[in-house]
């Protein structure tokens, strides 16, 4: 690609990067995943930094630079610190704010882990309230309650997040079938779906192969999904209807579900208001014992 052809502006540079994505090399896609979620930090850090980050060597940055039209690194992170000037800030900045709050530990006691983790959280949750799109939440609320049956499904460190609206939707007398790994039935379950139904489906790095499989079959099919994934570039946006990333910041040990459990309860207190004709105050019903 000559030099003109390279994108001028961070709109089109994500663009390109989606075009060509799937013809990428594994550290290529690497590369993208990580500028795409982590635009603020690659704004601000040098390419060293940001490949220590990433686990790329800063080499491949400058080559991936220039497979896409620019000179090197440093011309395509021009179009990421014009961005910043009109962004609201990124995870770290956030983390580092609820440090600074909060008041840093440098301790490994097991509070100093639950301090670690909670700020992570709530770094989380504030992105998500500024990247997720209202029109976005509305469409996928649409969908979920014009669906005749709601198919979810969801494996791995996902399943917790299809369980949770499996109740839910239960509970709002939505009927639904949760597409279970049990007995390898779960890709002959998804085929009796028809085009009044709806996919939920859920999938995170490293994306469980069964749910991409079920999510690519049931788009040929012209079945809406609506899907909860870690990035645009995830191998479910291409089939989504309507795709919600939720970029997963790296955690020391495990990733946290705060951010995509949140973002599933929200739609299912929003879809609870819709049915029951309240704005103010949706009702989920719960099963008490006896």
Do not use: W
Not at 66 to 74: D, H, T
Not at 259 to 267: E, G, N, R
């Amino acid at each position: 690609m000559a030099k003109t052809d390279a994108p001028r502006d961070y709109e089109e540079f994500i663009r390109l990067v989606h075009d060509r994505y799937g013809d990428m090399s594994k550290s290529y896609q690497k590369i993208s995943v990580y500028l795409t979620q982590n635009p603020n930090d690659v704004a601000v850090l040098s390419v060293h930094a940001i490949a220590d980050r990433c686990g790329v060597h800063a080499s491949s940055f400058v080559r991936f630079a220039q497979s896409l039209g620019y000179e090197g690194f440093k011309d395509l992170q021009g179009l990421f610190q014009r961005r910043l000037s009109t962004a609201a800030p990124g995870f770290e900045a956030r983390k580092k704010a609820l440090e600074t709050e909060l008041g840093a530990r440098e301790d490994k006691s097991e509070t100093a882990f639950l301090h670690d983790l909670v700020v992570r959280d709530i770094a989380s949750l504030q992105d998500l309230l500024e990247q997720i799109s209202g029109d976005d939440l509305t469409t996928a609320v649409d969908l979920l309650q014009k669906s005749e049956t709601i198919y979810l499904i969801g494996q791995l460190r996902s399943a917790p997040i299809v369980e949770l609206l499996r109740y839910i939707l239960t509970m709002l007398g939505k009927r639904c079938v949760l597409l279970d790994p049990g007995g390898g039935l779960a890709t002959h379950m998804a085929r009796t779906m028809g085009k009044n139904d709806l996919l939920f489906a859920v999938s995170f790095r490293f994306y469980a192969t069964e749910v991409v499989n079920v999510v690519e079959d049931t788009a040929k099919r012209g079945v809406p999904i609506v899907a909860i994934s870690d990035s645009t570039l995830s191998p479910l946006a291409k089939s989504a209807t309507v795709l919600f990333p939720v970029p997963e910041h790296e955690y020391t040990f495990s990733r946290s579900l705060a951010a995509p459990m949140c973002l599933a309860q929200a739609l299912a207190v929003a879809l609870a208001s819709r049915l029951q004709g309240s704005d103010e105050e949706p009702r989920i019903p719960i099963v008490t014992g006896r």
